[in-house]
């Protein structure tokens, strides 16, 4: 199944996963800030409308039970934040 996700807005994610700034994702990606946050913001927005629909579809359990567990209890653990 493919992302919601931009290519670039994965990278984004990946890189603030990793720990990095906004400031230094900015300047690895010769971009501004304000583009970044952009990113960010949209990264956001689809995250709640993602967690939205699972929370309002009829398919997640079945859904869930066929991914790796790994990536439930990852699932699991960002919800609970």
């Known amino acids: 199944m493919q992302s ?5 807005e994965r990278d984004v994610a990946n890189r603030l996963a990793d720990g ?19 990113h960010v913001g949209r990264i956001r927005e689809k995250t709640e409308r993602a967690f939205a629909t ?21 699932i699991r653990e960002a919800i609970s934040r």
Not at 4 to 8: H, K
């Open 4 to 8: 919601i996700l931009s290519s670039g």
């Open 54 to 74: 699972l929370a309002e579809s009829p398919f997640t359990d079945e859904v869930a039970a066929a991914q790796p567990s790994a990536a439930v209890d990852a």
């Open 20 to 38: 990095e700034s906004v400031e230094e994702i900015a300047a690895a990606r010769e971009q501004s800030v304000e583009t970044v946050e952009k």
